[in-house]
């Protein structure tokens, strides 16, 4: 019998979660049933979207997120121990999988480690995982950049931004990167190859863009909304193309609280721009993959580095959760366990 | 030697345009050359872009428009005296043109008056005209409608919103429209067969959807901007499509102190929704007369009612321009020479 811990969230979030709104829960896992295995967990994600969804899932819940864990105990032959899984199945130091179970939803989806040859398996939710894929497909799949464009992302530091930003950079694109320290502007430029990247909470952002962009913006990947993406949308080409990909600056507000920014129906009549909203969720396993395929080939050669931030321990959970949100990591957010 | 009148704006609007921001100049045209025609002008539309276009335009410059005239004498064999003519010469009583040179810019275009039958030629500048041309292609082309999905029109009283709605019926679809009086909410139900019509200055906006709309929104088709457009696209449908055609609300706001309004980032992201900007300009005049055909036949067999909202006298243009962008109209504001 394996004694388990995970993390309960109790409360509707009112503006940042509090460490007050989450249970830790210990309880014995039952005997594995056919089909079952039982997944000790390695590395737990941290995502802006643990925060977002809060209001979606009815209290109390499981804290979802992704995770990776090595198989101890297996009653399904396809999965033998010592083997590596993706799950779902987030704060928690042990689950019970059955990987032959239909998903319960979209995101709750579970999977076999891809094939990441000598790669740390943490970078199975993040530059491998949901926000890898997440980079790939909506860069390339919805944004459909070309050879030359001029593409701006904010929270460029994050795990999806330093992806986008270097994916654009493979594909020949001009790039700019907003973040929120001068440390990790300089971080984006000298050891990510952005073009350009500014700290957004000390330059005038308008005139950082049109120095930095003085023949308009073609492919804007917002991660962040609030004002910053009203102003960049008026800074956008002719038929440009703006990816909602993250609202981050607005998850703490409540539904009938939201901030209010400079409309922007004008830049997307008068500019002809295309802004669609991106759900991973909405992509299946076998497009993950093919964006994993080729992200492990970028890796391998040097063409792409995926920055992680690591933290350690199952009981600092909330706390790295919090700092993501505030923007403390650069790169991907990960919790060794 | 003819002796004609125009309209010159000499100044950057600021706020809503006055009659001061305009001149009224005498001119003697001169005689024909080869190629040219000397067209009267009959029929002359007041649009909402007139206002936006303004501060695009270096000052001073002739008041374009849509216009209908009919040829007083011809140098050109295919446009022979008493034929009609649709140019975007504007706010003028004759005009010269020469059929053949190519357009000076996208939005000035000029062509032969399509084949309306026995139906009125101030038509063409409306339900035969951009405006017609507009509700088509933006709602078929762009939103992309399905049978039993419900549609959201602003400003569904105007000349582009309240053929929209009309040919929305023709699709099947369920039809609310937003408009500026209770006469007007009347008259789209009881003229247009819109399902729901209400007049936004008195209702509850989100309420008055949520009833009328209980399953949600699937195409969101969006004339004015504003706060309602953020209302309405919170209470959109997963894969929703938002056809942004005008942004009237803000035509009179300066480029530098734009409204502010509840960021739709969130739905857009969560929702999926698909947000683009419609501009007709970017399409072919052969794209325009495949609508006309079809909207000629649709309003000949009784589906469709093209209402005008006629004014009569070349000195009264300054006034009905006003009235429109107040929204005094009901369906295509028109005016007679």
Redesign the interface.
Known sequence: MVRARKYVVKNRFQGSPKRSDYSIIEQDLPPLKDGEILVKTEWISVDPYLR?YNSAYPVPYDQFAFQVGVVQESKDPNHPVGSRIVSHKGWCNYSVVNMSAPFPSPENRHYKLPNIGNLSPSLAVGALGMPGATAYLAFLETGQPKPGETVVITGAGGAVGSLVGQIAKIKGCNVIGFTGSDKKAQLLKEELGFDKAFNYKSVNIEKALQEAAPNGVDIYF?NV??EI?STIM?QMNYKGRVI????IS?YNSS?NQ??????????????????????IW?WSLEQWNEAFVEIVKWIESGQLKAKEHISEGFDNLFDVFIGMLNGDNFGKAVVRI
């Open positions: 977002a917002d909304g609030g993406s008026y909602v990909v993250g609202s607005s539904a939201l901030p209010q920014v400079t409309l922007v129906q004008p830049a997307i009549l008068f500019k002809s721009l295309k802004v669609e909203g991106f759900l909405n």
